[in-house]
């Protein structure tokens, strides 16, 4: 797609319409801040600006973009530490609220559930990059936070089902990442992925039959997209590519999915571009 803004752009998540795409932009290259929110519409190319300010603004490919409230969820590197935030999908830079607010822990990587009450998010001990753990919290605040995952775990990036009785997430284990679905209560973890190579940011299919995920398997250079069912081990190639693909988002019409790209290590690039291919057809 030919977006006109600079930068490695990351992270695409569809409008509850599958006409327009939430994105991130690093500006200073791939996962380097200061990042910004654009939403790029696919019918009329036109592209705005929805979170600039900055610092570190970060959606998650998936469930970011929420139909019944029309609020997008995200993560910010604005002092005093991460935390995340809420925004309208019409709002203006400057809008955002922020949802979370711990004086000893950060949050990344949020999804929402889909009545958008909830979020789940990834979160770390101040200053800390490992022993990610799965966090659930009201967005009114009228709960406490709840771990969904062991803390001495390495848990990250959940993403929601879309019928919301589920949530997947990557666990590292054995020397690499493989994708996991647990209930919403956080419990009945089943592992979904298996066999060498990292499995990363994975995100549901409309119907929460099929997972969509980028990995290394099989031997790969450079990560692929890969799509497997969430009751059978079939795993099956979707990109066929030289290079890099990473971070898929399935549009909620079941018919596209979005995803970045770059002839290589995208942490040598100076910038991803995103891409949108057909879902192959699929039986079970």
């Known amino acids: 797609m030919n977006i006109p803004v600079d ?40 592209l705005r600006a929805l979170v600039l300010d900055g610092s570190g603004n970060v959606n998650l490919p998936g469930s970011s973009w929420n139909p019944l409230t029309r609020k997008i969820v995200f993560s910010s590197s604005r002092e005093p530490h991460d935390e995340i935030y809420l925004v309208d999908d019409y709002g203006s830079p ?11 822990k950060v949050a990344y990587e949020p999804s929402l559930s889909p009545d958008g009450q ?48 589920k949530m997947l997430y990557q666990k590292f284990s054995d020397g690499r990442w493989d994708i996991w679905i647990m209930n919403n209560d956080g419990t009945n973890h089943q592992e979904v992925t298996n066999g060498s190579g990292d499995k990363t940011d994975a995100s549901f299919s409309p119907d929460g039959q099929w997972i969509v995920y980028s990995s290394n398997e099989f031997g790969l250079e450079f990560a692929n997209l890969f799509i497997t069912s969430v009751s059978e081990d079939n795993v099956i190639r979707i ?8 971070a898929p988002s399935w549009s909620p019409d079941g018919k596209k999915i979005a995803f970045e790209s770059y002839p290589g290590d995208p942490d040598d690039s100076s910038g991803t571009t995103l891409w949108i291919i057909d879902v192959p057809a699929l039986s079970q």
């Open 7 to 46: 930068g490695s752009l990351q992270n695409p998540a569809w409008s509850p319409d599958s006409n327009s795409l939430l994105f991130t932009r690093f500006s200073d290259g791939y996962n380097v801040e200061p990042a910004d929110l654009f939403v790029f519409d696919l019918i009329s190319s036109g």
């Open 118 to 165: 909830w979020i789940v998010f990834e979160s770390h001990e101040l200053d800390a990059e490992d022993n990610g753990t799965i966090v659930k919290y009201r967005i009114d605040g009228t709960m406490p936070y709840q771990n969904l995952t062991d803390p001495y775990e390495d848990s990250r990036q959940p993403n929601w089902s879309p019928a919301g009785d």
């Open 94 to 104: 400057g809008d955002e609220v922020k949802i979370t607010d711990r004086a000893n």
């Open 239 to 246: 990109t066929d590519y030289e290079g890099y693909d990473g």
